[in-house]
């Protein structure tokens, strides 16, 4: 069997959507091409001598993936030209979102992403492990295993990894977590095991549902729910938690606020992230406008992570 090469150029904000979606279409793992990486690499010195060139053009990204060529290809392509335009209608900075593809010889690609994926300590306490790796912990790390030909993200992304550290000292015992945009679930199953006593990761999407719902199982983490929701709708009627977290983009989690009040308790917290930093100030706004502020934030490379609570919590 011959595979297809896919590429979609694209922006930092929409590279990870579009990794989404090449997953979910049956991609065996993603390749991000990031041009301000080469010059991260460059400037960081680790090299006597490099005759690599300087990037010029650092915001245009392209992500790759492979499909095979069987009778679903044309339809996938379709597919993806289709939810590719749907995020643009809904405000994403996608860029050109243009796609290509051409063709390769058979190779078996799901072995081949496994030579560029490794277990990644994270913050103090937790570790990612992909599953085809070995490795023991120390006394006090938690590990969290996930298959990324399976699930998109391992937490290496600079959205995700702001998010795990953060939750190292956010989440206490016993507290409730609601996981909003869960993907994968690894904030989910991370909060489980730092402690928290229910959790409910949430997404529009059921195929990011039953991918969170395998790395729940894959962890043995027994107080984690994986459900489908817009937002925090699955949770009309429930007790609020004390913690809620958002790794998606800004133009979601500004429409989260209008939700937030009667979800968070008194006293909790946002952590919201995947926020480009030129979004960072629309976020800020919103918060201010429906009673919130934002505490804290952490930065990463082009994204930002904020700690968000209500504005009137901080009078008391």
């Known amino acids: 069997m011959r595979w297809a090469r896919i590429s979609v150029v694209t922006t930092h904000e929409g590279a990870d959507l579009i990794a989404n979606i090449l997953m979910e279409l049956g991609a065996a793992g993603t390749e991000i091409d990031d041009p301000s990486l080469v010059n991260e690499y460059i400037d960081a010195g680790l090299w006597d001598y490099t005759d690599l060139p300087r990037a010029e053009d650092t915001e245009t990204v392209t992500v790759r993936a492979y499909l095979p060529e069987d009778a679903r290809l044309e339809s996938s392509l379709l597919a993806l030209a289709e939810r590719i335009a749907a995020l643009r209608h809904a405000g994403a900075a996608l860029g050109a979102g243009t796609i290509s593809?051409?063709?390769v010889a058979d190779e078996d690609w799901a072995e081949t992403w496994k030579a560029y994926i490794h277990t990644?300590?994270?913050?103090?306490?937790?570790?990612?492990?992909?599953?085809?790796?070995?490795?023991?912990?120390?006394?006090?790390?938690?590990?969290?295993?996930?298959?990324?030909?399976?699930?998109?993200?391992?937490?290496?992304?600079?959205?995700?990894?702001?998010?795990?550290?953060?939750?190292?000292?956010?989440?206490?015992?016993?507290?409730?977590?609601?996981?909003?945009?869960?993907?994968?679930?690894?904030?989910?199953?991370?909060a489980a095991k730092l402690g928290a006593g229910e959790v409910i990761a949430m997404d529009y999407d059921p195929v990011a549902v039953s991918v969170a719902e395998e790395n729940i199982r894959q962890n043995n983490v027994h107080n984690v729910v994986a459900c489908e929701s817009d937002l925090l709708s699955a949770c009309e009627g429930?007790?609020?938690?004390?913690?809620?977290?958002?790794?998606?983009i800004a133009d979601v989690i500004i429409r989260l606020f209008a939700q937030l009040d009667r979800h968070l308790a008194p006293g909790g917290t946002l952590l919201a992230s995947g926020i480009i930093d030129d979004r960072i100030a629309g976020v800020e706004h919103a918060a201010a406008e429906h009673g919130f502020t934002v505490l804290d934030m952490t930065c990463e490379k082009e994204w930002a992570a904020m700690i968000i609570r209500r504005t009137s919590d901080l009078k008391n």
């Open 101 to 103: 593809h051409s063709f």
């Open 120 to 190: 990644e300590k994270i913050g103090e306490r937790i570790v990612v492990r992909p599953t085809w790796e070995e490795y023991t912990p120390s006394a006090d790390e938690i590990v969290i295993e996930l298959d990324p030909g399976a699930a998109f993200g391992t937490g290496a992304h600079a959205t995700t990894a702001m998010c795990l550290r953060w939750l190292e000292h956010l989440v206490s015992p016993g507290m409730r977590v609601y996981d909003v945009g869960c993907g994968s679930g690894i904030l989910a199953v991370a």
């Open 238 to 248: 429930a007790a609020p938690a004390e913690l809620i977290t958002a790794n998606i």
